[in-house]
């Protein structure tokens, strides 16, 4: 017997396209000879038309995490003042960054499952007028809810506060015009919607961040971004650079842009619409109330714990979904569309969910429910756009 | 015709095996799973055996650089001194991380080409009694020289100083046993004797090391010790892993496994000796005075600008091997014996720099006499070994 046939089905890692797994797989190039730069300065335009600026996107090796660290340290000055969002496990990272930086962090706490409100920002900002920065997820991973960025760059714009957005699960999956919007840093992670491994991560600063930066004193080197601009405007980057995973980059952003921006998020969105209406017809409840089109978080039903049921699903039928972390451990679980997903994934999540919930105890419809919804949501979305 | 048949023969990024880079393309575990932690925890233990050590071999995702700075941030504090050998591109670079960090750093200056003399270490220490920390290259690659690790960390053993090695490009090349030698950080990256694309690093810290650590106050996040090792001995890490690169260097380090450490050595040294004899042959100087074994750097002769003939071997041959930096910028050449390089690959990068110093106006020798002198060495090496 083949082993079980394995189903990453997850917000990050996503599933890596067989072609770009292949195209990673390529002769690398050396970093510092013309056949490297010439793919660097595509994936550099590439990059900025995904991040909808026309600042520079810089490229580092290194997990979401490093850039939510460098758009601190770039910043900053010692004891400035910030305000972020806490709203599950990556909004209470702004926190521990600047705890370890000895920044004064105001912390606007959220409960799990539920959006910032914009008026929340504009209240902690005439409470700490000084503050120099407001940090916020864009999409929340850990709780799936999507905050209102465009707002809070809105309230962030007239004031010489920057807005900078975490937007690891959320780049490429849902509108982020950088420069429309007045997002002043924005963050992304490879391993997300733009179906790569793990291993890079993307920074962008607007004008008033970049102007900011020159007066941060924070210490920094390997995310220090002024050096790392000045490598990369050479199509260089300033410490090598991960470059197989950016030869599977330069192949990604050529799929994407012959999609283009508004069918990519379309696509994001169907499936999203898909997934939920599925949890529903399983009398299952939502957990985010202003959920991000790339997770769909549900709460286990009562009596089943989530735990045991991601457990099931990846040991029993080779399923890989995620559960809750933290408070909501045992109690949520969460279906990814954010990336390299088509419809026979969320039927197949659904479908594992609908098995998996019966196999411990809970079976609140017939088989196929689940399955079907999300199958008439489709196609409902298919007649209609 | 097809595209130009291309070999990378450079000392970072080094060849992929193929099946190495056919493994980084397997479809990728979530890194929050079993299947994951198993293959983590197989890494761990392969880092060690290769490190000699019996610490925790932490693994992070970025450059090199990165380790560089993590061997700073996590052991000294604010004022501290430290004593640094700056005898190329990338000793200098530990005096630009101390610089952004506000450390009081003595530099040793070693001209491009030399060795730093332990004597001299001796002598920074009596100078600068309060001296945290010694850091140096046990290969510098800019120039292809062997620091005397071993002797120094015989001179830091004693005294309330770490002696703090970068090993980049001489891990899994050279004996670098580093509890045995009592080397009290050894940082090492994936591009490199491991044979992996760019994108991992890794760092060891020895007790001494760890104590210093607890009194350590640079602030540091995503490239703090504790918080990675309290994650990876539950065969995680703290941030999202490179996964791919993980899943290489799991099959890479089960082949060195097999292999075993003294037969990797020998395997260097014997690529390294064919490839001193071959420059010779031609009537070109070495540049180090205490070559390593993983790259044999040559001056250019008379009237030949390295630069030119790098770019020359590249364009019309498809070799790529590297040049000269700053103050050697068009003076020297290097070639690499680093990693998945074998006989062949040297026989074609001595009879391209044949083939490319004549074409430069360089020819001292009939062509195959530096190809002959590399077989006929590694002949004799078989013969005695």
Chains 1, 2 share one sequence.
Not at 70 to 90: C, H, P, Q, T
Not at 145 to 171: F, W
Not at 320 to 342: E, M, N, P
């Amino acid at each position: 017997m083949p082993p079980l046939k394995q189903y990453l089905l997850t917000p990050g890692p996503t599933p890596v396209p067989e072609r770009i797994a292949l195209a990673m797989a390529q002769p690398i190039p050396h970093h510092r000879h013309a056949a490297f730069e010439a793919v660097f300065e595509e994936v550099r335009h590439g990059l900025g038309w995904v991040f909808q600026t026309k600042q520079d996107v810089l490229t580092y090796a290194c997990s979401g995490t490093g850039t939510l660290e460098s758009a601190m340290v770039n910043v900053l000055k010692r004891d400035d003042e910030i305000v972020y969002v806490n709203g599950g496990k990556f909004g209470e990272r702004w926190g521990k960054i600047a705890e370890a930086y000895g920044i004064h962090a105001h912390e606007i706490k959220v409960p799990w499952g539920k959006a910032v409100e914009p008026v929340q920002i504009e209240e902690a900002l005439k409470e700490h007028p000084k503050t120099a920065a407001v940090y916020v997820q864009a999409s929340e991973s850990s709780t799936g809810v999507a905050h209102p960025v465009k707002e809070i760059a809105a309230i962030t714009r007239g004031r010489d506060t920057l807005c900078v957005v975490d937007a690891v699960s959320a780049l490429g999956a849902m509108p982020l015009p950088m420069d429309e919007w007045g997002i002043d840093v924005l963050l992304a992670g490879s391993q997300k919607a733009l179906m790569l491994p793990p291993g890079l991560a993307w920074v962008a600063a607007s004008e008033k961040a970049w102007k900011k930066s020159e007066g941060a004193n924070l210490p920094r080197f390997y995310f220090d971004w002024k050096q790392e601009r000045d490598s990369q405007r050479k199509n260089q980057t300033a410490w090598t650079p991960a470059i197989s995973i950016i030869l599977g980059l330069a192949e990604v952003l050529r799929w994407l842009k012959a999609e283009t921006l508004p069918k990519i998020y379309a696509r994001h969105e169907r499936l999203a619409r898909a997934s939920r209406a599925a949890m529903k017809a399983l009398s299952l409840e939502l957990f985010a109330d202003r959920p991000v089109v790339s997770i769909t978080t549900v709460k286990s039903p009562a009596g089943v714990d989530s735990e045991k049921l991601v457990k099931l699903l990846i040991e029993k039928y080779g399923v890989t979904l995620v559960g809750g972390q933290d408070s909501v451990k045992g109690k949520i679980f969460r279906i990814a569309h954010l990336g390299y997903f088509d419809d026979f994934d969320i039927v197949v999540a659904v479908a594992a969910i609908e098995r998996g919930l019966a196999d411990l105890g809970y079976k609140a419809k017939p088989f196929g429910t689940g399955v079907g919804a999300a199958m008439t949501t489709m196609a409902e979305f298919d007649a209609t756009t």
